[in-house]
């Protein structure tokens, strides 16, 4: 075959779609990191943004090479530096190489190969942790303070629905991962919310909401029936924290209102005195038009306050509206 009739396999290689940077990273010491920092494997899918299979696969091993951008994210959500994660191969980093490479290219990171020489090594990981200590002190999340504060109405009628705000406050915007607990009272049932909930633990009448948040304020809603078998004057127990970031620490208590009292009242009706006036009407849309989805009652409380009052049926377990 001549020269001329040589298939031109530069141009073919040249032809071929880019492929995202990948990384190389170890299953084991990851699930490590996140055992001994009391991590689920459902949080650091919430911060990656991948689903609890695909960390647990990447624990496993079934899947060593990974997206260098979920690499970082996990190593972000490990609070570790993206290093501490990547296989190791006779006590030196692995590369990050470009997906569907070779081997022989060059590799993306790190950019230079470090000396052997023991000297040279300590300086460079003094000088490496020392950066990453620094940046974290100044730029992490640990300088943010966060605090969240419980609304509850006074009072509700057994197996009536009523609305549970959580309003979260950080000293300044994130971006920080959030976990936003609450214990329900015995009995109790969360017919909706907003946003959804992350998980509910029937068992321990726990919901959880995981969020990255990047704003200052942001405002969580549920809807709770309280028991059918309640009883007049009987007291409905709420609980709940915030942590922020990861391993447990600072976990701040919601602090507000705890306690919702069962009477034959709307939970409307702040002032249990049979009508809904234009002063409670617009307390509730104030604090809930901003969630027009969440399912509270709004059509109710409409027809109540445009009407003459209401009562509680207990025989039909039901509001009476007057006309």
């Given at each position: 075959?001549?020269?001329?009739?040589?298939?031109?396999?530069?141009?073919?290689?040249?032809?071929?779609?880019?492929?995202?940077?990948?990384?190389?990273?170890?299953?084991?010491?990851?699930?490590?990191?996140?055992?001994?920092?009391?991590?689920?494997?459902?949080?650091?899918?919430?911060?990656?943004?991948?689903?609890?299979?695909?960390?647990?696969?990447?624990?496993?091993?079934?899947?060593?090479?990974?997206?260098?951008?979920?690499?970082?994210?996990?190593?972000?959500?490990?609070?570790?530096?993206?290093?501490?994660?990547?296989?190791?191969?006779?006590?030196?980093?692995?590369?990050?190489?470009?997906?569907?490479?070779?081997?022989?290219?060059?590799?993306?990171?790190?950019?230079?190969?470090?000396?052997?020489?023991s000297w040279i090594l300590l300086v460079a990981l003094v000088a490496v942790l020392g950066a990453g200590v620094a940046?974290?002190?100044?730029?992490?999340?640990?300088?943010?303070?966060?605090?969240?504060?419980?609304?509850?109405?006074?009072?509700?009628?057994?197996?009536?629905?009523?609305?549970?705000?959580?309003?979260v406050r950080m000293s300044k915007a994130g971006p920080v991962s959030l976990i936003i607990k609450e214990v329900l009272?015995?009995?109790?049932?969360?017919?909706?919310?907003?946003?959804?909930?992350?998980?509910?633990?029937?068992?321990?009448?726990?919901?959880?909401?995981?969020?990255?948040?990047?704003?200052?304020?942001?405002?969580?809603?549920?809807?709770?029936?309280?028991?059918?078998?309640?009883?007049?004057?009987?007291?409905?127990?709420?609980?709940?924290?915030?942590?922020?970031?990861?391993?447990?620490?600072?976990?701040?208590?919601?602090?507000?209102?705890?306690?919702?009292?069962?009477?034959?009242?709307?939970?409307?009706?702040?002032?249990?005195?049979?009508?809904?006036?234009?002063?409670?009407?617009?307390?509730?849309?104030?604090?809930?038009?901003?969630?027009?989805?969440?399912?509270?009652?709004?059509?109710?409380?409409?027809?109540?306050?445009?009407?003459?009052?209401?009562?509680?049926?207990?025989?039909?377990?039901?509001?009476?509206?007057?006309?």
């Open positions: 075959m001549g020269m001329m009739d040589k298939p031109d396999r530069t141009a073919a290689t040249n032809s071929l779609p880019s492929t995202p940077p990948m990384a190389r990273i170890d299953g084991v010491r990851v699930r490590s990191l996140r055992e001994s920092k009391g991590l689920t494997q459902l949080y650091l899918a919430t911060v990656v943004g991948v689903t609890t299979d695909t960390i647990s696969r990447w624990e496993n091993r079934r899947y060593p090479s990974i997206k260098l951008e979920n690499a970082e994210k996990l190593a972000q959500a490990l609070e570790v530096e993206l290093q501490a994660i990547l296989e190791q191969d006779d006590g030196e980093p692995q590369p990050v190489r470009s997906a569907g490479g070779t081997g022989n290219e060059p590799p993306v990171a790190p950019p230079a190969r470090r000396s052997r020489a940046g974290y002190l100044l730029f992490g999340p640990h300088d943010i303070t966060v605090s969240a504060e419980r609304i509850l109405p006074a009072h509700v009628p057994a197996g009536q629905s009523f609305p549970v705000l959580i309003r009272p015995p009995a109790c049932v969360v017919v909706d919310s907003e946003p959804a909930l992350t998980t509910f633990d029937a068992r321990t009448r726990t919901v959880k909401w995981i969020r990255r948040a990047k704003t200052r304020h942001l405002t969580f809603a549920y809807v709770v029936r309280a028991p059918t078998g309640a009883v007049a004057g009987e007291h409905l127990d709420f609980a709940g924290s915030i942590t922020l970031k990861q391993g447990g620490r600072d976990l701040v208590p919601t602090l507000g209102a705890t306690t919702i009292t069962v009477a034959p009242f709307h939970w409307a009706d702040t002032n249990s005195d049979g009508i809904v006036d234009d002063e409670e009407i617009l307390t509730v849309y104030d604090r809930y038009s901003d969630m027009p989805d969440l399912k509270f009652g709004r059509n109710l409380i409409d027809n109540i306050w445009a009407g003459r009052g209401y009562y509680w049926d207990h025989k039909t377990g039901k509001y009476v509206v007057l006309e």
